[in-house]
């Protein structure tokens, strides 16, 4: 069952158009992965999904259209964004961005136990709880951004370049605890990633964009062994 389907997707910045047609579906509990070069419109696909650019075109998610609803609504039904940049407030503390992770949340005592279950993920984050996020390292950020989307207890998570800037056993510590959020917590992911090889690793399928389309999709096992895709339009 698709969780998230998107047809004819396209997405504006001001009198500039970014995406021209895109179409691509997530399943249920699935990883989806879209790869291309710098300016193929990959973050641009995440921002139009939740709704933060002009876009025109079909959005599904959870069997609602969510095209043309404020970001707010959408963030309610279980789709949470991990920007690039990571997105954190750095000067509150690491718990308070937890907390401000579930504002949309009533239920004061899930939230408490959620708040563990993060630091149970994340040691580092609960060594540094009191400690103003803009202090801690980059992977220490991309943890609590993570977390703070989680907060949301999302059916969906969109993750926008998560190992940019890192160094690769950061990286790797991190891509970890995604696949076990993906098959522990069962949350769904679409993840823009510049590292080809490291997305196909992850994820069940991909799309790769070209200048706002898709060019190419298929199982993301298929695309990784096939030497001649990697080489012409991942460059590994």
């Not at 609602?64 to 609504?73: H, I, L, N």
């Not at 993750?159 to 510590?173: K, T, W």
Request: glycine share 10%.
């Amino acid at each position: 069952m698709s969780l998230l389907q998107v047809n004819g997707l396209q997405a504006w910045y001001g009198p500039t158009q970014a995406l021209f047609g895109v179409s691509f579906k997530l399943e249920q509990g699935g990883i989806t992965t879209i790869l291309g070069a710098n300016g193929a419109g990959k973050t641009t696909t995440l921002r139009a999904v939740c709704q933060t650019v002009k876009t025109a075109g079909e959005i599904q998610f959870s069997g609602q259209r969510v095209d043309g609803k404020a970001t707010e609504s959408i963030v309610r039904m279980g789709m949470a964004h991990v920007p690039d940049g990571r997105g954190t407030f750095t000067a509150l503390s690491v718990e308070e961005n937890l907390r401000l992770g579930a504002y949309t949340r009533r239920d004061r005592d899930g939230v408490e136990a959620d708040i563990e279950r993060m630091y149970q993920r994340f040691p580092r984050l609960k060594e540094r709880f009191r400690q103003q996020a803009g202090t801690l390292s980059g992977g220490e950020q991309q943890m609590l951004a993570i977390s703070r989307a989680l907060m949301l207890r999302p059916k969906l998570l969109l993750l926008d370049e998560p190992s940019f800037g890192l160094a690769p056993l950061i990286v790797q510590e991190i891509f970890q605890i995604m696949r076990s959020i993906n098959q522990e917590d069962k949350v769904s992911m679409l993840l823009v990633e510049q590292n080809a090889s490291l997305a196909l690793g992850l994820a069940d399928h991909a799309y790769l964009l070209e200048t706002g389309n898709v060019v190419l999709s298929g199982p993301a096992a298929d695309i990784r062994s096939d030497e001649s895709i990697r080489r012409v339009y991942l460059g590994y």
